[in-house]
């Protein structure tokens, strides 16, 4: 795929998007998440890129939610579904569903849609959900402990280019080798001709290391289960909770992960910490060792009387000689007890055995008092301790690099499903709370079977592929009362038709409704209702209510939007069903004076009816747009069923072909029953 060939991605996006490892993978599969690491684009973006990429796939103009309130309601729709995600990666992952007049689009989100709803949502695996992430870049791995050393410059510039984490040195001849063996714990030789060198240290000859750097460097392909250890754990966790199938022995993928500390070393190995303490603790112990050593020999000598001929004396004196020759003279079987303790204590402390023979050198065979290690052997301890360590931590990082190498493919699907279940388990849990159902959309049938292509000869479901609305028991879950108390609507529409209603009926709420149910329906996902049956539109319109009359200009210009909008229906007489739309408007007369706009949306509705399209006006005029209107126009109402405790009891689902009552009319008809007055009984009769 070409970058630059998806809508929107211009030469500089794709420049950004070329850093990333995989980025057609992560487009084709609206990999939000990775594509946000690119450089320089935003969460935003790259949910816009995503959806552009599926977009082309699916020949998709875009420009469904054609208004600013379809838009704000299709935000709604997908917020209700995120807030039901537990990782940030299912939140962003479900930017890429959207509102598409495409049947194929639509119809590969309701497979997906489908399973989802299959799923249950349960605790466990929601718990487990939230430790996993996608997995990262490891970070650049720097290892000390090895070189790589050449005596050829080009195979030098080579052997950076392959294996940047150690560093490479350059060698005339053996004797350099052998020197650099004593700096590092290993060296790598690349030339031939150091075949059969006998050098101290781990100095190997290795011509073809570059061939196989994980050889070298274990650390590489550590690195990546180092930095994802914790998220790949929870990635094992969900599966185990949520049953799922794994491509890989769980078990086997868990202990070798256990051996992986944090800091990408091996652990759990007695030898390695034996080695690691030993060289951690060399000092105290070297220093414990004298200490006791000192104390036996202090001992010694205070216990001790020492009978010294004048001779003896006498030369000691004039020659200016130390204790030490008296010393070694009078208590060399002392001195040597208290070496010997010295040495047996650093061994045994530190736990040493194939350094035994250097750590007795720390402690010399000539008496001194007090006792003095010999510095050089214990740094000497030190090298040897240090490289043995370092030798061992390379094997065992070498043995767990090779135990987890088949597993990494395994590991990256882990955490993909986990991922994705919990993108399936936010729709779930989205129908669950809020009782969808999957709707018939475009004649296609909740199960993904069209209408018109019925294997089994099965009666097409009636009116399955018409155009227009039928929604029966719809809820909105964006209403301003908690669900449970929510009402159940029942509202059909075919072509247009005008929505009356008493105050605060609910006029505004069904639009809302009816605008949610198709968004979802047109997104490929369930609606709140018992059933629905959603005729597929290319666009929607929704125009929420302006608030207040306009100005001259802002007038003018709603105008001509509605204008553009019948004019873009007009643009295809042979209005197929592709090309359908559906326009919601919420009282239009509020943006000039009533009787003008009862003209005007009386115009306007015509013109849509004429041109197939679906349209609820949701008007306090219906009266005075039909007396306006040329053709037949249905008029529905939501209907007072009367006054109860001052309060209106309305029925939410407008009934069809009848003009509601207005809440005056019905305070005037509650005043003429209860009063004696003629007044009320004439002012009612106004009404009729
Ligand atoms: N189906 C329903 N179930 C429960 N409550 C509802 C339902 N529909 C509407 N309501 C309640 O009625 C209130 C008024 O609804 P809405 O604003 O839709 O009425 P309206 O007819 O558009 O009002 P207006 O006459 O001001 O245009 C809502 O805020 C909500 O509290």
Known sequence: MELE???????????????????????????????????????????????????????????????????????DALGLIQDRTVTDYARKRLETIYPSGVPERIESVRE?????????????????????????????????????????????????????????????????????????????????????????????????????????????????????????????????????????????????????????SVRGDDELDRLTVAVDDLDAAVSTAESAANDHLRAAIEERDVTIEGTDLLSLVERGAGVDSLLSRELADEYDAAISKARDRLIETLGLTDTEAVARRAFPDDPTYPVEHNEEAVSRLREELTAARDQRATRLKRELADDLAEMRGAAESL?????????????????????????????????????????????PRDGADDPGFAIEGGRSPLLDVPFEAVEPVDYRVDGVALLSGVNSGGKTSTLDLVALVTTLAHMGLPVPAESARIGRVRELHYHAKTQGTLDAGAFEATLRDFGALVAGVDESPEATRADRVMVLVDELESITEPGAAATIVAGILEALAERDATGVFVSHLAGDIIDAADADLTVDGIQAEGLVDGELRVNRSPVKGQLARSTPELIVEKLADDSESDFYGDLLGKFE
């Open 112 to 264: 997906r849609a489908r399973a989802a709803m299959e799923r249950e949502p349960d605790d466990a695996v929601l718990e487990a959900l939230a430790g996993v992430e996608p997995l990262a870049d490891p970070s650049d791995v720097r290892v000390r402990d090895r070189c790589l050393a050449t005596t050829d410059a080009e195979r030098y510039a080579e052997a950076q280019a392959a294996i940047p984490e150690v560093t490479v040195e350059v060698v005339d001849d053996a004797r350099q080798l052998a020197e650099l063996g004593r700096s590092y714990a290993t060296v790598v030789a690349l030339d031939e001709s150091f075949a059969g060198l006998d050098v101290e240290g781990d100095v190997r000859v290795q011509p073809d290391a570059l061939e196989n750097p994980a050889d070298v460097v274990p650390e590489r392909p550590l690195a990546f289960f180092t930095r994802n250890r914790d998220r790949i754990r929870a990635a094992v966790a969900v599966h185990r909770v949520a049953d799922l199938d794994s491509p890989c022995d769980l078990d086997a993928l868990e202990s070798a992960l256990d051996r992986l500390a944090e800091d990408g």
């Open 5 to 75: 060939s998806v809508s929107g991605v211009g030469e500089k996006t794709a420049a950004a998007l070329a850093e990333l490892d995989d980025p057609e993978r992560a487009l084709r599969e609206g990999d939000v998440a990775t594509l946000a690491q690119a450089p320089g684009i935003s969460e935003g973006r790259a949910a816009r890129i995503a959806r552009a990429a599926i977009r082309d796939e699916h020949d998709d103009p875009g420009g469904w939610a054609a208004t600013s309130r379809a838009r704000e309601i299709y935000r």
């Open 415 to 459: 955490v993909e499903t986990a991922l994705e279940l919990d993108v399936e388990l936010a729709i779930a849990r989205f129908a669950a709370d809020f009782d969808c159902t999957m709707p018939v959309v475009g004649g296609v049938e909740p199960e993904g079977r069209s209408a018109s292509e019925r294997s089994d000869g099965s009666e």
